[in-house]
């Protein structure tokens, strides 16, 4: 049974940084890739960021590049997402989610189970 649990998220000021991490259980984590997604209120679940499962390829929506950080550590079965230089627009449930093999992909149909999600609030 997958199991995809967040923790991390909070209250934070803009500008400020926090390290979201997804514990996985239930599946051989080495051999998928891994991604992140945000749901804000009122809007649609969107890409944030997504690994390999190898950890080679990495992806970034625009919104984001050159402030998130994506990783994961195949000997703990984790992934992470660096948050710095936080912004309002940011504010948001962060989802960690599986995808369906080594390949990674950007948009929803790419994955396959996710968690429940962490929220994360950025204050102006």
């Known amino acids: 049974q997958v199991q995809l649990v967040e923790s991390g998220g909070g209250l934070v000021q803009a500008g400020g940084s926090l390290r979201l991490s997804c514990a996985a259980s239930?599946?051989?984590?080495?051999?998928?890739?891994m991604g992140w997604f945000r749901q804000a209120p009122g809007k649609e679940r969107e890409f944030v960021a997504g690994?390999?499962?190898?950890?080679?390829?990495?992806y970034y929506d625009d919104s984001v590049k050159g402030r998130f950080t994506i990783s994961r550590d195949n000997a703990k079965n984790t992934v992470f997402l660096q948050m710095n230089s936080l912004k309002p627009e940011d504010t948001a449930v962060y989802y960690c989610?599986?995808?369906?093999?080594?390949?990674?992909?950007?948009?929803?149909?790419?994955?396959?189970?996710w968690g429940q999600g962490t929220q994360v609030t950025v204050s102006s």
């Open positions: 690994i390999s499962a190898s950890g080679a390829t990495i």
């Open positions: 989610a599986m995808g369906r093999g080594y390949g990674l992909g950007r948009t929803s149909p790419s994955f396959r189970s």
């Open positions: 239930g599946f051989t984590f080495a051999t998928y890739a």
